[in-house]
């Protein structure tokens, strides 16, 4: 394309740019939209924790791109009618849907600040670099990881999980797989974990190129840990038929029931292997900071490769994880290309520290760790130390109240902060019990009372709640037992009903 065909001259004499003309009233909104969101967390739980998206929101928001300015303010209204009172609801205290934190008002503040400064930490020596080199020795300090370790803020668990089994391959000895590829593997690459290890790290495997079958899903015992027996004999018999295991992967809370595999014991199976050992502590890597819980999660800092998450327990704003690999230099090996374009230099803003795109798949990376600096000076790590443990308290109390409850039964043993539980009726088959139960969890989101969400254990479709909400109160756990079984009762009438006029 020839730049010729643009008429420049007429273009300059209007030059724009996309700030706002009028400064002063894009501030005073500013203020406003910052008072909105502040009620809104304050006032949340007198909200109902969810409400469906109306038609008319979903019309206001499938309309064609728009091509002429709309005003800041006219902007804001839509946003408050149209997508503020429909949120996904993990903000509430009565949210213990998937495992999604509820971030916190400070932190919203620094996503703010941190886009208002739009750096880009893929390379340069300025501020943001400092801030992120920072928060990663703090996340290593604070979970008593090596300090020698290298790491990297990612967007969450998957990416996490992805950067440390990407540089597990990359580093698998004799092979130089980031030449070579796999087409020159002389055997098949193994990697094991439980049955009960997170969906994101099997598609890394795939992405990865090894295969889904490469990813050998071990059996989990009655309390869904890692059946280590079974693990032995599943490496034995690969490497008896000249497959190449080359990584363990251990859950530091499986996302179905917050089960700790005995990681101590994976790390003694990977060093005499030789074979690498990754933690996915996505969920639960950060109940290791809980004295009480220490023991159960000892071997975490044995690991070769630790994802973590802070949009979880450490109620950061979405998005931010974070991954850390004890060896720099492997860390560094799979990911480094030395392009023209990136160059360090000795002075200037391409000096400083060494750019985290070697550390990682992206380039151009936002200021993630601004939210996480913020916070952890906001409230010191001993705070989120007592939310932590705190959290694992109110899972034990639910626990309680479902034990002394008849009509409800709990489905896994509360080791963590997952709760597992149904209602349950003797009358009831194993069918129709699974019916009511998802009927009983779609009743609690459409009410508006309560985010619970769901799995399947051992054939049993079960309400899952897990506690990662630092607004949760004791009665909220009492309003969600009490509301579970009143929706169970009302389904049995309805049924009752049913059966009369059948
Ligand atoms: C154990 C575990 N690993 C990985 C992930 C994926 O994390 P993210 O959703 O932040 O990508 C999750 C998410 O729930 C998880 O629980």
Redesign the pocket.
Known sequence: MSTNKIDFEKILEKEESLDPSNWEQLKKLGHEMVDTMMDHLKNIGEQPVWQKPTNKAKIALDKPIPTEPHSHAEVFSEFRENILPFAKGNIHPRFWG??EGGGTPFGMLADMLAAGMNSNLGIGDHSAVYVELQVIRWIKEFLGFSSEASGLLV???????FTALTVARNNIPDMDLRIKGLFESPSRLMIYGSVET?S??QKTIETLGLGASSFVKIPADENFRIDIKLLKEAIEKDRKRGRIPFCVIG?A???NTGAIDPLHQLATIAKKENMWFHV?G???AFASVVNEFKDDIKGIEEADSL?L?L??WMCMPY?V?CVLIKNRKLHRKAFHISSPYLLSHEKGLPAGPDSFNHYGLQLSKGFNGLKVWMSLKEHGSEKYRRIIRQNIAQAAYLGHLIDDNAELELMAPVSLNIVCYRFTHPDLSLEETNFINKEILMMLHESGIAIVTYTILNGAYVLRVANVNHRSRKKDFEVLVKETVDAGHFLLKEKMKRKAVV
């Open positions: 998937w495992v967007s969450g668990g998957s990416m996490a999980n997170h994101s790290i859950n809370g499986t996302v996915d996505a969920f639960g994802a998450d949009h979880k998005e994880g």
